[in-house]
């Protein structure tokens, strides 16, 4: 008979080797597969492609979906979480579904419902039609097509933080006086700030990779309606694979600059304000779904 | 969690906030979503028998919802041994690990998917092994299954860790000493729980792979009745501008999807009435 701490040993030892194999193969040779194949034709091959005016281009309309579309879902995810957690009303589950929908509905069928939407056949469309204007094909489209499927970000961070805090710092405040605008600012700000950040940061992860929606709704005119990931899909299907893999590179530095951010921010949450200590791993808002 | 009770609207600013979040909220999500389900509604019933009598979209809904199944299933298997590592066998640069757990999160799906298409192609770094045991994967359902693994990869995990950090060890302790095998204190002391966070996970594991178009674009070819997911049929109907065809596939889709949501949410509502809360 095998003694139970051999047992034990054995079985820590299986399952560590089970997850580096696992996470190497499945996580980090994807990576290695992007840095080689993009330095494939040479570091002059890689600097042609990642400064090829179509690429940048659709780093210039990716940049403009990304500054469009962080200000506005971050003012509402500040919003919606101030008026889920600091109110009692009825609906309020209900309230906190909705903003959570954006997630459940895919990319694609997102795109379609916003061509729907805003489209010549649209609600509206005589609207549109009357002023010659053409939001689908066009950057407004991506632009719209971003903030829907970013939407839940920035109040999935706030509003587990905000309900843990409760509104006795606020109604403080408020009591000795100071305006809204001042409680917010003073009080209430100081105390998500890690978390909004990190909301942030997953925004901008998910908006400058985001794919499904954009697609359907950009109709894919070079150097116009042109993303950084609708960019990678061109050159690729062009066969022209080490552009491909040397755009996409940029992305990954992105990707991997976020995962660093998140690290930060995570452990600047943990050890600063002591009082409110935050989950770490309450499951994070999925910035690529 | 505070409550607060008769001071409720002593902050001021509700009506403004409540106002803003929903006026925000039906403008980009609730009025176009009603859209499409009027649109739905009013359709001719035929295009719905259509969808269901056309073998090219029952084959496309079958490998979707299959191939979603069995990567969420597969995230269920590896992520719990990834979890169960991280939480009670750490080693050395564990922590460098589970900060890559979120890469495909991070990672723009169109770049995992070409960045899996070129490891799993006969020629590439792992397809070239797979090959000679005759296994094909990019250009093949097997390569959906990969893609949607790949990016549904953290859901599961992530739910895990906390759940298992929680489990008090005396009684996985106490039950060894009485002389339970490994495998009967899984079932007996651990599954029981964890299967909330197992179910949440594989929960939004499922519901992420069944929309994901990004990678699987790149990776499965895109053959008619083979390779072809849903979110790929409709796109092509929008670009036939056939917006009736997309908006019936889209509804059935959502409804399908909301459906299976809605059930592991019974299970789990199911569960969470048996057991009551240990405090």
């Not at chain 1, 009080?187 to 990190?198: D, F, G, M």
């Not at chain 2, 079958?62 to 995230?75: M, V």
């Not at chain 2, 799993?120 to 792992?126: F, H, L, Q």
């Amino acid at each position: 008979m095998f003694s139970s701490d051999y047992i034990s040993r054995l079985s820590r030892l299986i399952f560590q080797v089970i997850t580096l194999a696992f996470v190497s193969l499945f996580l980090i040779l994807p990576l290695c597969v992007i840095i080689s194949e993009s330095f494939g034709g040479g570091l002059k091959a890689y600097l042609n492609a990642i400064s090829h005016p179509d690429t940048l281009l659709a780093l210039g309309l990716t940049f403009l979906a990304v500054i469009v579309t962080l200000p506005l879902n971050v003012l509402f995810g500040i919003v919606a979480a101030w008026a889920l957690t600091k109110y009692e009303f009825r609906g309020k589950s209900l309230l906190s579904a909705l903003i959570d929908l954006p997630f459940a509905v895919p990319p694609v069928i997102a795109g379609f419902i916003l061509i729907l939407y805003l489209g010549k056949h649209g609600v509206f469309g005589s609207l549109l039609e009357k002023f010659d204007l053409n939001i689908i094909f066009s950057t407004p489209a991506i632009v719209i097509a971003t903030l829907f499927v970013t939407i839940p970000f920035v109040a999935r961070e706030l509003i587990p933080l905000m309900q843990e805090q409760g509104t006795e710092e606020e109604q403080a405040a408020v009591s000795l006086g100071a305006s809204t605008l001042q409680t917010f600012f003073y009080v209430t700000l100081p105390n998500i700030k890690w978390a909004l950040l990190y909301g942030i940061i997953l925004t901008v992860a998910r908006s400058m990779g985001e794919f499904g929606a954009v697609s359907v709704l950009s109709g894919h005119i070079r150097g116009k309606t042109v993303t950084l990931p609708l960019h990678i899909e061109i050159l690729y299907n062009e066969y022209n694979f080490t552009a491909a893999f040397a755009v996409s590179s940029l992305l990954m530095l992105l990707a991997l600059l976020t995962l660093i951010a998140k690290e930060f921010f995570f452990w600047k949450l943990n050890s600063g304000g002591s009082v409110h200590q935050v989950q770490e791993d309450t499951v994070p808002g999925d910035p690529a779904s | 969690m505070k409550k607060t009770g008769s001071q409720n609207h002593f902050l001021p600013g509700f009506g403004l906030s409540l106002g803003f979040t929903l006026v925000y909220l039906s403008l980009l999500v609730l009025v176009p979503l009603s859209l499409l389900s009027f649109r739905a509604l009013s359709l001719d019933g035929t295009l719905y028998r259509d969808i269901f009598q056309d073998p090219r979209t029952l084959a496309a809904f079958k490998l979707t919802f299959a191939s979603s199944f069995i990567a969420a299933g597969l995230n269920l298997i590896f992520g719990f041994i990834v979890a169960w590592t991280l939480v009670r066998f750490p080693f050395p640069g564990c922590s460098f690990i589970d900060a890559l757990i979120d890469l495909p999160f991070a990672l723009p799906t169109a770049v995992s998917g070409i960045a899996l298409t070129s490891l799993y192609v006969r020629s590439g770094m792992v397809g070239r092994y797979l090959d000679i045991f005759g296994i094909q994967v990019a250009f093949a359902p097997l390569g959906v299954v990969v893609a949607l693994s790949f990016i549904s990869l953290p859901f599961v995990i992530r739910s895990l860790q906390p759940a298992l950090k929680d489990i008090e060890r005396e009684y996985e302790e106490a039950a060894i000493s009485l002389g339970a095998s490994p495998i009967s204190v899984f079932f007996a002391v651990i599954f029981p729980a964890i299967r909330p966070a197992l179910l949440t996970g594989f929960s939004l594991a499922f519901a992420r792979a069944l929309g994901e178009y990004g990678s699987v674009v790149f990776i499965s070819g895109n053959m008619p009745m083979k390779t072809e997911i849903i979110s790929l049929l409709i796109a092509g109907r929008m670009e036939q501008f056939d917006y009736d065809g997309a908006t019936a596939l889209a509804a059935v889709t959502l409804l399908a999807s909301f459906m299976i949501l809605l059930s592991i949410h019974l299970i789990q509502w199911h569960y969470s009435r048996k057991i009551q809360p240990r405090s």
